[in-house]
């Protein structure tokens, strides 16, 4: 079963556009049973009114939070259910809602699952990726980031860091989980560092990494930003400082656990 999990902070102007293409795309294209699992994370437009009428056309789960906590603590709850409900073979993709991301490059990550991988990230930076429309301080703050997560957390074969288009084994979610229990997500009021976190965690107990090409469609967007720049900056450095600190850093609290291979 392929689960496509989102997290959805007042998203309403979005909804019309992802969900007809998701479904087209795995009817016509992937011909593959999927689940939709949004989690509303407090919005306060039509969001909470959209997702139960399009629940009565769609296979959508909503899971709610009352009100906003954040995309750390939606992809919380999002994983934490993933782990409760679905089985060790499932794949589940994660995707914004914010109409960004085109489900066409769904296929290029299951490839990447079938091969071996555990966790794959949908890449600008391999052949046949890009990104069209990210412009200014968005743009040079997601090279920065590139950059910085490569220099400080450098994983074989990696160039997309910051890509919340992924696909994950939820047999490795569910060991990630049981190996860090509630310290899975740890920077979750941060703004998007948890994103990277992710990235961190997976690294650390030996998760298999893989990338395969999305174009970003950034150029799409019609709902608002919802990253603050300098929480999220502030946040990777911080990622760094937990990683690499000498004293207790997470680099040595966990250099000796048990690895998924």
């Avoid at 102007?13 to 479904?23: I, P």
């Avoid at 016509?28 to 994370?41: G, H, P, Q, R």
């Avoid at 060790?88 to 091969?115: A, N, Q, S, W, Y």
């Avoid at 939820?170 to 990235?199: D, H, R």
């Amino acid at each position: 079963m392929i689960y496509l999990v989102l997290p959805a902070y007042n998203e309403e102007v979005s909804f019309e556009n992802l969900f007809r293409k998701t479904d087209e795309y795995f009817r016509n294209e992937l011909n593959v049973e999927y689940k939709i699992v949004v989690c509303d994370d407090g919005s306060s437009d039509r969001t909470p009114e959209m997702l139960v009428e399009y629940a009565k056309k769609l296979p959508i789960t909503v899971l709610t939070h009352k009100i906003n906590r954040g995309l750390g603590e939606a992809m919380r709850t999002l994983f934490e259910w993933v782990a409760e409900n679905c089985e060790d073979d499932d794949v589940i993709v994660r995707m914004d809602c914010d109409d960004t991301h085109e489900p066409k490059f769904i296929k290029g990550l299951l490839d990447k699952i079938e091969e071996g991988c555990d966790l794959v990230i949908a890449s600008r930076f391999v052949e046949g990726g890009g990104a069209a429309g990210l412009k200014g301080y968005k743009n040079v703050l997601s090279q920065l980031a590139q950059v910085f997560m490569r220099t400080l957390f450098p994983i074989d074969g990696l160039k997309e860091y910051s890509s919340g288009y992924r696909a994950y084994k939820v047999s490795a979610i569910k060991f990630a989980i049981k190996t860090y229990g509630n310290s899975f997500i740890q920077l979750k009021g941060l703004g998007f560092t948890c994103t990277l976190e992710k990235v961190v965690k997976f690294k650390m107990i030996g998760a298999k990494f893989g990338e395969a090409p999305m174009v970003l469609r950034y150029d799409q967007k019609v709902s608002e930003s919802k990253m603050v720049s300098s929480i999220t900056t502030f946040g990777y450095f911080t990622l760094a400082l937990l990683y690499h600190w000498p004293w207790g850093g997470w680099k040595g609290q966990y250099k000796n656990i048990k690895k998924l291979h």
